[in-house]
């Protein structure tokens, strides 16, 4: 499985940016796809992950409201909708994916998003 993560840059406070991954290889029996971030010298948070079974999306405390992320089983791939960005969304944003009822685990390379004041 190969995660490529696409969309970040720099944007004004306020601005928006929407982030995609684009999943190839064995993409059957996805448990979930999510987006984390890491932002410099902090540790790695959830932002949000998608259940496939039912296709609930669940959000950290951080972004609910700003943030909105969708999937696309079709072309396999999950995009974050980022809006009214703040300094403190500055990190490197990661997709994931989960399989097989959890055994296998993969992450996406990653794409920096700076917001900047």
């Known amino acids: 499985v190969q995660l490529q993560a696409s969309g970040g840059g720099v944007v004004p406070v306020g601005g928006s940016l929407r982030l995609s991954c684009a999943a190839s290889?064995?993409?059957?029996?996805?448990?979930?796809m999510a987006w984390y971030r890491q932002p410099p010298g902090k540790s790695r948070e959830m932002v949000a992950i998608m259940t496939t079974e039912d296709g609930n999306i669940r959000y950290g405390d951080s972004v609910k409201g700003r943030f909105t992320m969708s999937g696309d089983n079709a072309e396999n791939t999950v995009s974050l909708q980022m809006t009214s960005l703040r300094p403190e969304d500055t990190a490197v944003y990661y997709c994931?994916?989960?399989?097989?009822?959890?055994?296998?685990?993969?992450w996406g390379q990653g794409t920096l998003v700076t917001v900047s004041s």
């Open positions: 290889g064995d993409t059957d029996r996805v448990v979930n």
């Open positions: 994931r994916m989960v399989r097989l009822n959890g055994l296998a685990s993969y």
